[in-house]
């Protein structure tokens, strides 16, 4: 490791960084503005001025800005120097010539890096006497609130819009310093990252809009740590509340999972935890068929009562429940009658992507793995709209070939413009196989096929990178020669990857990525990786649970097998054959249901038990690595909204009081879910006989909320089930000593921990530092791992067998064999997840539900563009409006997910197209 000289004090830095990053990692304060972990530098604010000496003779030096100095062996400066101070100083004054002095109305006020830097730099007088430059601010959209005024001209927001996540609709505009940052026109921003603005601008010119509709103080609020529940890759996130209702999320860094950056479902989607038609009171159905309040109490005899009289009991779980509720469900119901509560189709791809990852060859991908991929091949799976902070990592991993011309230039990764200048736009080997365009296809070389071809494709890689995959029988000259150059590229590569996913239900597309994989191991080694995309926050869970797909369940109450219906935190009409689904629930005696939405099984049930949202429970999702995450609740517990497995516990033999004992019980029936109960520390935790905050050092509203009622302090909420108060008060998220107060390296007291573990941090804030850029005080390394490790605990084990994964080819697609159009999905980044489409604000983002077809088969069918078609599946029928595709393979008609009134789809569920009347 280099040595680097700071203010005379020698210290041990890592290799290929710069001095900003680490001065910052030693704990130093020194400003800045334009640097960002993750966009690297580009030298644009100067805001971190330094004194760089040439060596220990040098006693004049020169200034330098510390994020363009490179951290080598023998660097000497002085961050304390007096010029280089009146430097950053004098920085700070012009930029504030033309920044309104608005700090008390600014959303951002209080977590502003910006104001942290102003007082960082001493700086605290106006000498300024002249008008300010003024901007007209723009019109962004549901998610963005705009004032340009506030900007400084760091340029992180468009590194990070255009460069970074390849946002095409937002710019720079404007020279000197007359720079004007938004769109040419007012409009919605396109890019499914947008939100990400809010964390990378340093001021308050792109705010939360959805925060500014109930906006609370950030200090005011109460936040605890949380897991997105959004789809499949486990991001971590901050959930902030107050007043009994969420107000904001924020992302909360995770080195394998989501890093820096969400995508905007999981940033806003929270409102659907905010809305007035959610249950919260428990509901019980009198003898006039009238639904009708009840307390708690009175529910839970109800429910009790209807499960002692039933002839039957079947009950259905839910991918979006945690592993917690799911497991409490079966164990009510009993083995053979627990279904995990995913279609028939989409449960059996699940459970075989899951037997890829837990005994296939290769090991499960992490996001960070991915970005790090020098060869990516997407083999049926559409990542920018079903788990889009994956597309993101994409993304990255299409630069990494082309940045090894930089290293042989001998310039740093980090030195970003000069990176970006020389490489041109360049991208490595990043192919993508789907039946239709996506939004990768600008940095990808895309295949478009049915989803037999795209299996074909697969086997025909896995065959050319050698091993035991034969060739594929009958495969077409340009099919073959297709992939002979995916498999010529993925040889090449040092840490090659493939991804795939269960959206296209199909056995052979992940036989054939399996088969792919089984290749990659042979011909790489342990470099390679394995990617994988679930439909759900908990599909890996409830498939590690085990069970019956829900259609079994039903065609017991249908046959008279069974009478009571219980259903947790599921929208049965979104998997199960409308048919089916309305026979079963005529037939059942009495249904229960378990929610946090007011979903159409909600509105049929006779007994409601109102659920726990993410914001207001605990427990433990399972994501697409199989990586158990805990969430933690940032409202306090009430007797009517409770969590799932809480009610289902009442109604059960179980003694399960906390969350500690239902991991327990869990970990003693399921073994090889035990790790889930290391996820985050139990109840008991303290640091230093103190529980965590979830509130910070300057939260100041507690007695305010409730003055109109009563002067006096009320007592905090207990919550049994995490080692979180739900107070100010506790021990502090801090990193320890820094290297400005002289303390560092000093050796704790023995038996004193200085660390929270960073799955019990619930908000970044330390002295001095009050804007999510002090995460640099809660990391091992910067853009490394957090303090004391990553939350989470992985389930699955170093990948060792493969046996049972042989596959076939299938034969290749012929448009028209089939009673039809072959059905495959168009997800919405949006809204195809069930609860974000419940959240206003992304619901304004959603996409009007289409049908795409390829013009030769809309014209085949007599459908024209832009008019309704009726499509039909299995006697049920819904009209969509048609698009015309050529993009889109023949003889697949794309539908949106779901579709009311259509059944789940299936690998091989054709529909008949006509024009509507």
Same mark, same amino acid.
């Given at each position: 490791?280099?040595?680097?000289?700071?203010?005379?004090?020698?210290?041990?830095?890592?290799?290929?960084?710069?001095?900003?990053?680490?001065?910052?990692?030693?704990?130093?304060?020194?400003?800045?503005?334009?640097?960002?972990?993750?966009?690297?530098?580009? &030298?644009?604010?100067?805001?971190?001025?330094?004194?760089?000496?040439?060596? %220990?003779?040098?006693?004049?030096?020169?200034?330098?800005?510390?994020?363009?100095?490179?951290?080598?062996?023998?660097?000497?400066?002085?961050?304390?120097?007096?010029?280089?101070?009146?430097?950053?100083?004098? !920085?700070?004054?012009?930029?504030?010539?033309?920044?309104?002095?608005?700090?008390?109305?600014?959303?951002?006020?209080?977590?502003?890096?910006?104001?942290?830097?102003?007082?960082?730099?001493?700086?605290?007088?106006?000498?300024?006497?002249?008008?300010?430059?003024?901007?007209?601010?723009?019109?962004?959209?549901?998610?963005? +609130?705009?004032?340009? +005024?506030?900007?400084?001209?760091?340029?992180?927001?468009?590194?990070?819009?255009?460069?970074?996540?390849?946002?095409?609709?937002?710019?720079?505009?404007?020279?000197?310093?007359?720079?004007?940052?938004?769109?040419?026109?007012?409009?919605?921003?396109?890019?499914?990252?947008?939100? +990400?603005?809010?964390?990378?601008?340093?001021?308050?010119?792109?705010?939360?809009?959805?925060?500014?509709?109930?906006?609370? #103080?950030?200090?005011?609020?109460?936040?605890?740590?949380?897991?997105?529940?959004?789809?499949?890759?486990?991001?971590?996130?901050?959930?902030? /509340?107050?007043?009994?209702?969420?107000?904001?999320?924020?992302?909360?860094?995770?080195?394998?999972?989501?890093?820096?950056?969400?995508?905007?479902?999981?940033?806003?989607?929270?409102?659907?935890?905010?809305?007035?038609? #959610?249950?919260? *009171?428990?509901?019980?159905?009198?003898?006039?068929?009238?639904?009708?309040?009840?307390?708690?109490?009175?529910?839970?005899?109800?429910?009790?009562?209807?499960?002692?009289?039933?002839? &039957?009991?079947? /009950?259905?779980?839910?991918?979006?429940?945690?592993?917690?509720? +799911?497991?409490?469900?079966?164990?009510?119901? &009993?083995?053979?009658?627990?279904?995990?509560?995913?279609?028939?189709?989409?449960?059996?791809?699940?459970?075989?992507?899951?037997?890829?990852?837990?005994?296939?060859?290769?090991?499960?991908?992490?996001?960070?793995?991915?970005?790090?991929?020098?060869?990516?091949? $997407?083999?049926?799976?559409?990542?920018?709209?079903?788990?889009?902070?994956?597309?993101?990592?994409?993304?990255?991993?299409?630069?990494?070939?082309?940045?090894?011309?930089?290293?042989?230039?001998?310039?740093?990764?980090?030195?970003?413009?000069?990176?970006?200048?020389?490489?041109?736009?360049?991208?490595?080997?990043?192919?993508?196989?789907?039946?239709?365009?996506?939004?990768?296809?600008?940095?990808?070389?895309?295949?478009?096929?049915?989803?037999?071809?795209?299996?074909?494709?697969?086997?025909? !890689?896995?065959?050319?990178?050698?091993?035991?995959?034969?060739?594929?029988?009958?495969?077409?000259?340009?099919?073959?020669?297709?992939?002979?150059?995916?498999?010529?590229?993925?040889?090449?590569?040092?840490?090659?990857?493939?991804?795939?996913?269960? =959206?296209?239900?199909?056995?052979?597309?992940?036989?054939?990525?399996?088969?792919?994989?089984?290749?990659?191991?042979?011909?790489?080694?342990?470099?390679?990786?394995?990617?994988?995309?679930?439909?759900?926050?908990?599909?890996?869970?409830?498939?590690?649970?085990?069970?019956?797909?829900? %259609?079994?369940?039903?065609?017991?109450?249908?046959?008279?097998?069974?009478?009571?219906? $219980?259903?947790?935190?599921?929208?049965?009409?979104?998997?199960?054959?409308?048919?089916?689904?309305?026979?079963?629930? %005529?037939?059942?005696?009495?249904?229960?249901?378990?929610?946090?939405?007011?979903?159409?099984?909600?509105?049929?049930?006779?007994?409601?038990?109102?659920?726990?949202?993410?914001?207001?429970?605990? &427990?433990?999702?399972?994501?697409?690595?199989?990586?158990?995450?805990?969430?933690?609740?940032?409202?306090?517990?009430?007797?009517?909204? @409770?969590?799932?497995?809480?009610?289902?516990?009442?109604?059960?033999?179980?003694?399960?009081?906390?969350?500690?004992?239902?991991?327990?019980?869990?970990?003693?029936?399921?073994?090889?879910?035990?790790?889930?109960?290391?996820?985050?520390?139990?109840?008991?935790?303290?640091?230093?006989?103190?529980?965590?905050?979830?509130?910070?050092?300057?939260?100041?509203?507690?007695?305010?909320?409730?003055?109109?009622?009563?002067?006096?302090?009320?007592?905090?909420?207990?919550?049994?089930?995490?080692?979180?108060?739900? =107070?100010?008060?506790?021990?502090?998220?801090?990193?320890?000593?820094?290297?400005?107060?002289?303390?560092?390296?000093?050796?704790?007291?023995?038996?004193?921990?200085?660390?929270?573990?960073?799955?019990?941090? =619930?908000?970044?804030?330390?002295?001095?530092?009050? =804007?999510? *850029?002090?995460?640099?005080?809660?990391?091992?390394?910067?853009?490394?791992?957090? @303090?004391?490790?990553?939350?989470?605990?992985?389930?699955?084990?170093?990948?060792?067998?493969?046996?049972?994964?042989?596959?076939?080819?299938?034969?290749?697609?012929?448009?028209?064999?089939?009673?039809?159009?072959?059905?495959?999905?168009?997800?919405?980044?949006?809204?195809?997840?069930?609860?974000?489409?419940?959240?206003?604000?992304?619901?304004?983002?959603?996409?009007?539900?289409?049908?795409?077809?390829?013009?030769?088969?809309?014209?085949?069918?007599?459908?024209?563009?832009?008019?309704?078609?009726?499509?039909?599946?299995?006697?049920?029928?819904?009209?969509?409006?048609?698009?015309?595709?050529?993009?889109?393979?023949?003889?697949?008609?794309?539908?949106?997910?779901? !579709?009311?009134?259509?059944?789940?789809?299936?690998?091989?569920?054709?529909?008949?197209?006509?024009?509507?009347?």
């Amino acid at each position: 490791m280099p040595t680097i000289h700071i203010d005379g004090t020698a210290h041990s830095v890592p290799e290929g960084v710069n001095l900003l990053h680490a001065a910052l990692q030693l704990g130093y304060d020194l400003p800045y503005f334009c640097w960002h972990p993750a966009l690297g530098s580009v &030298g644009a604010c100067r805001q971190c001025a330094v004194r760089q000496y040439r060596d %220990e003779k040098d006693e004049k030096g020169q200034i330098a800005m510390a994020c363009m100095v490179p951290a080598v062996d023998g660097t000497r400066c002085s961050i304390a120097d007096a010029e280089a101070t009146e430097f950053r100083a004098s !920085v700070i004054e012009w930029l504030m010539t033309n920044h309104p002095h608005d700090c008390p109305v600014c959303d951002e006020g209080g977590e502003c890096h910006l104001q942290d830097m102003t007082v960082m730099t001493g700086h605290c007088s106006r000498r300024h006497r002249f008008p300010k430059r003024t901007f007209r601010n723009q019109f962004l959209g549901p998610f963005i +609130n705009h004032e340009m +005024n506030r900007c400084i001209q760091c340029y992180r927001c468009t590194r990070f819009y255009n460069d970074y996540a390849g946002g095409t609709d937002f710019g720079a505009f404007g020279a000197h310093n007359h720079v004007y940052f938004g769109r040419s026109t007012d409009g919605v921003l396109e890019n499914e990252f947008s939100g +990400n603005l809010i964390e990378v601008c340093p001021t308050g010119v792109f705010t939360d809009k959805t925060l500014k509709r109930h906006y609370t #103080r950030k200090w005011d609020l109460e936040s605890a740590p949380s897991v997105c529940a959004h789809c499949s890759l486990g991001c971590n996130t901050f959930a902030g /509340a107050r007043y009994g209702a969420v107000r904001r999320i924020l992302n909360r860094y995770h080195s394998a999972i989501n890093g820096y950056f969400l995508c905007d479902r999981g940033r806003f989607a929270y409102e659907h935890a905010n809305r007035p038609d #959610r249950p919260r *009171q428990p509901l019980v159905r009198d003898k006039d068929g009238t639904m009708r309040p009840a307390v708690a109490a009175v529910a839970l005899k109800a429910a009790s009562d209807a499960l002692a009289a039933a002839k &039957g009991v079947v /009950a259905v779980g839910s991918p979006r429940a945690s592993l917690e509720g +799911n497991y409490a469900l079966r164990t009510l119901a &009993g083995n053979g009658r627990y279904s995990p509560g995913m279609a028939a189709a989409e449960a059996a791809a699940a459970a075989l992507l899951v037997e890829i990852l837990r005994d296939g060859p290769l090991p499960a991908a992490s996001l960070h793995d991915l970005e790090q991929a020098d060869a990516v091949l $997407v083999l049926g799976e559409d990542p920018a709209d079903t788990a889009p902070r994956m597309a993101l990592a994409l993304r990255q991993a299409a630069r990494q070939q082309p940045l090894e011309s930089v290293d042989k230039l001998g310039i740093p990764r980090w030195y970003d413009r000069a990176a970006r200048d020389i490489i041109q736009g360049a991208t490595g080997p990043l192919h993508t196989a789907w039946t239709q365009a996506t939004r990768l296809d600008d940095i990808s070389r895309p295949f478009r096929g049915a989803p037999a071809d795209i299996a074909r494709l697969g086997f025909a !890689v896995a065959h050319h990178l050698g091993g035991d995959t034969p060739p594929v029988a009958g495969i077409d000259d340009a099919l073959d020669a297709r992939a002979k150059e995916i498999a010529e590229s993925l040889r090449a590569a040092r840490r090659p990857a493939v991804v795939t996913g269960t =959206s296209l239900h199909s056995r052979p597309v992940l036989l054939a990525a399996a088969a792919v994989a089984r290749a990659l191991l042979q011909a790489n080694g342990e470099n390679a990786r394995l990617g994988a995309v679930f439909g759900e926050a908990n599909t890996v869970g409830a498939t590690l649970l085990g069970g019956p797909p829900p %259609e079994e369940l039903l065609e017991s109450l249908d046959a008279g097998k069974a009478d009571t219906l $219980v259903v947790l935190e599921n929208d049965l009409t979104r998997r199960v054959a409308p048919a089916l689904l309305q026979r079963a629930l %005529e037939a059942a005696r009495c249904v229960i249901a378990l929610d946090c939405a007011a979903t159409p099984v909600v509105e049929r049930a006779d007994i409601v038990l109102p659920a726990a949202s993410f914001a207001d429970a605990a &427990g433990t999702l399972v994501n697409h690595e199989g990586r158990a995450q805990r969430f933690f609740p940032a409202l306090p517990h009430t007797d009517d909204l @409770r969590e799932s497995w809480r009610w289902l516990a009442a109604l059960t033999d179980a003694t399960w009081d906390s969350l500690d004992d239902i991991l327990l019980a869990l970990a003693k029936d399921f073994p090889h879910l035990a790790p889930a109960a290391e996820a985050a520390p139990g109840e008991d935790f303290r640091l230093n006989g103190r529980k965590a905050p979830r509130s910070s050092r300057r939260y100041s509203g507690r007695t305010s909320q409730l003055a109109d009622r009563s002067l006096h302090e009320p007592r905090p909420p207990d919550d049994p089930d995490s080692p979180l108060a739900f =107070s100010m008060e506790g021990a502090a998220p801090t990193c320890g000593s820094t290297a400005n107060s002289g303390e560092k390296n000093v050796p704790s007291p023995a038996g004193v921990q200085k660390h929270l573990p960073s799955s019990l941090v =619930s908000h970044y804030q330390t002295p001095g530092w009050n =804007s999510v *850029q002090s995460l640099t005080r809660f990391q091992e390394e910067i853009a490394g791992l957090c @303090r004391g490790g990553d939350p989470g605990a992985l389930l699955f084990a170093a990948p060792g067998g493969n046996g049972a994964l042989a596959g076939s080819p299938p034969r290749p697609f012929n448009p028209g064999a089939g009673p039809g159009l072959l059905t495959v999905p168009a997800h919405d980044v949006f809204t195809s997840d069930e609860l974000a489409a419940l959240s206003p604000p992304v619901a304004e983002r959603a996409a009007p539900p289409v049908c795409r077809l390829h013009p030769e088969d809309a014209a085949a069918h007599g459908i024209a563009d832009d008019t309704d078609a009726r499509i039909e599946i299995d006697g049920a029928s819904a009209v969509l409006r048609a698009r015309l595709d050529p993009s889109l393979a023949r003889g697949l008609i794309a539908l949106p997910v779901p !579709v009311p009134g259509l059944p789940p789809r299936a690998d091989d569920t054709y529909a008949t197209v006509r024009p509507a009347p």
